[in-house]
């Protein structure tokens, strides 16, 4: 009996231990999963009569729209213009998967080629627009993607 005084702390310290554990997913400070991004509706998609509507889908990530390119085929064209009641944003980019096509062509202001190649295993590829090639005058941006070969 002598010794439950000195043994006491140690169970007391054992079992606060324990509820720690069991409590953990309730701490403020634990890691929060990310929310899946909002779609938004910045600019508007302009296809050829004869094409079908490729699925692009628009969000934020922080202060850059982010034209996602996933859902269109391996090769095509489109516009994209300030939905109505809209400017450019300042920062704006293209995300893509790499192997699906080589090379983006983004003509506004200027004619740029945005290879679509990423480090070994990337699933995604996102290539942020300069600027200059949407200035605050230009009506549109034309896009046209495919195989390296063709640009």
Do not use: Y
């Not at 628009?58 to 213009?81: H, I, M, P, Y």
């Not at 995300?95 to 096509?101: D, V």
């Amino acid at each position: 009996m002598a010794r439950l005084p000195r043994l006491l702390p140690v169970l007391v310290l054992a079992l606060a231990l324990s509820a720690c554990a069991q409590v953990r997913g309730h701490w403020p400070f634990r890691a929060r999963e990310l929310p899946a991004p909002v779609a938004v509706h910045e600019l508007s998609v302009v296809v050829a009569q004869d094409a079908a509507m490729p699925i692009v889908l628009q969000f934020w990530e922080r202060n850059t729209l982010v034209v996602d390119l996933q859902g269109v085929a391996a090769s095509g064209a489109l516009a994209l213009r300030p939905a109505e009641g809209r400017t450019w944003p300042v920062r704006l980019a293209f995300r893509a998967a790499p192997g699906r096509f080589e090379v983006l062509e983004v003509r506004g202001a200027q004619r740029v080629l945005l290879p679509v190649s990423g480090d070994r295993g990337a699933t995604v590829v996102t290539m942020p627009l300069a600027p200059s090639v949407h200035a605050g005058v230009t009506p549109e941006l034309s896009l046209r993607w495919g195989a390296a070969d063709a640009f």
